[in-house]
């Protein structure tokens, strides 16, 4: 499979609002997280600093290799596993105090499946952190995802094994939604020549290079135009609250 796809965060001046994004909900996990913590979609490994001080020991897990591992130093609390999921191969049942999965649910073909394989691996008590893509906020289709959700389809999701799920929502301030709103406008322009809807016609597969780059392209013609736009974007352009129909990702805490 192709791997550095517009869905792998970079450290491209041209992508820091949607790392900077990222990096938030790690922020915000660590706040939570302590014991042994199990990460499901290492990506680019920008979160193990974050996360990693928090936790005895931190398992993380991607279907590619991360690079980021191999400069860990002897003796870290950080093992890096690399496997395909669900099921979670080799790991024993309620073994893990906290497990966080940063937008990874909408990449899964069997979505239940990886839900109660996380409640399984969790401790009675225990937490599942999750971020997603709200789909009232997509601009466009994305071929890389089999689904987006909705606050009340993710919660109904959790909810056949979690008895408690706490539906929070990632805000941006004035700065961030401007950026928004700037990508929305240039989105539009691009899909005005889809006349006949073949994004939502054609297989995803076929969709998804093109995506690729005409999103990259996009995103680094807003950059050139301004900059300012997203050059100085931090952590705190972004917020966590109660998850509504205009936050952009959703945030959730389910508890076993």
């Given at each position: 499979?192709?791997?550095?796809?517009?869905?792998?965060?970079?450290?491209?001046?041209?992508?820091?609002?949607?790392?900077?994004?990222?990096?938030?909900?790690?922020?915000?996990?660590?706040?939570?997280?302590?014991?042994?913590v199990?990460?499901?979609g290492?990506?680019?490994?920008y979160?193990?600093?974050?996360?990693?001080?928090?936790?005895?020991?931190?398992?993380?897990i991607?279907?590619?290799?991360?690079?980021?591992?191999?400069?860990?130093?002897?003796?870290?609390?950080?093992?890096?596993?690399?496997?395909?999921?669900?099921?979670?191969?080799?790991?024993?049942?309620?073994?893990?105090?906290?497990?966080?999965?940063?937008?990874?649910?909408?990449?899964?073909?069997?979505d239940?499946?990886f839900?109660?394989?996380i409640?399984?691996?969790?401790?009675?008590?225990?937490?599942?952190?999750?971020?997603?893509?709200?789909?009232?906020?997509?601009?466009?289709?994305?071929?890389?995802?089999?689904r987006?959700?909705?606050?009340?389809?993710?919660?109904n999701?959790?909810?056949?094994f979690?008895?408690?799920?706490?539906t929070?929502?990632?805000?941006?301030?004035?700065?961030?939604?401007?950026?928004?709103?700037?990508?929305?406008?240039?989105?539009?322009?691009?899909?005005?020549?889809?006349?006949?809807?073949?994004?939502?016609?054609?297989?995803?597969?076929?969709?998804?290079?093109?995506?690729?780059?005409?999103?990259?392209?996009?995103r680094k013609?807003?950059?050139?135009?301004?900059?300012?736009?997203?050059?100085?974007?931090?952590?705190?352009?972004?917020?966590?609250?109660?998850?509504?129909?205009?936050?952009?990702?959703?945030?959730?805490?389910?508890?076993?």
């Open positions: 499979m192709y791997k550095e796809t517009a869905e792998r965060v970079s450290l491209d001046p041209a992508e820091n609002y949607v790392l900077q994004r990222s990096i938030k909900a790690y922020i915000e996990a660590a706040e939570i997280v302590n014991g042994k199990l990460e499901l290492t990506g680019s490994g979160g193990i600093d974050i996360i990693a001080p928090k936790a005895n020991e931190f398992l993380t991607d279907k590619y290799r991360c690079d980021i591992v191999d400069r860990l130093p002897e003796g870290s609390n950080v093992k890096f596993i690399q496997s395909t999921f669900p099921p979670f191969i080799g790991i024993e049942d309620s073994s893990f105090d906290f497990v966080i999965s940063f937008q990874v649910i909408e990449h899964i073909e069997d239940t499946k839900v109660q394989e409640f399984r691996v969790l401790k009675p008590g225990g937490k599942f952190i999750c971020t997603t893509p709200n789909i009232k906020m997509s601009l466009s289709r994305n071929p890389w995802h089999i987006e959700y909705t606050i009340a389809e993710l919660f999701l959790l909810k056949k979690f008895p408690t799920v706490d929070k929502g990632v805000y941006g301030d004035e700065r961030a939604m401007n950026y928004y709103e700037e990508n929305k406008k240039s989105v539009q322009k691009i899909m005005r020549f889809d006349i006949f809807n073949l994004q939502y016609k054609l297989p995803r597969q076929i969709l998804q290079i093109p995506f690729d780059i005409l999103n990259r392209m996009n013609k807003l950059y050139n135009a301004n900059s300012n736009l997203s050059d100085n974007f931090t952590p705190e352009n972004y917020f966590i609250d109660t998850a509504k129909d205009n936050c952009i990702d959703l945030f959730y805490i389910a508890t076993k």
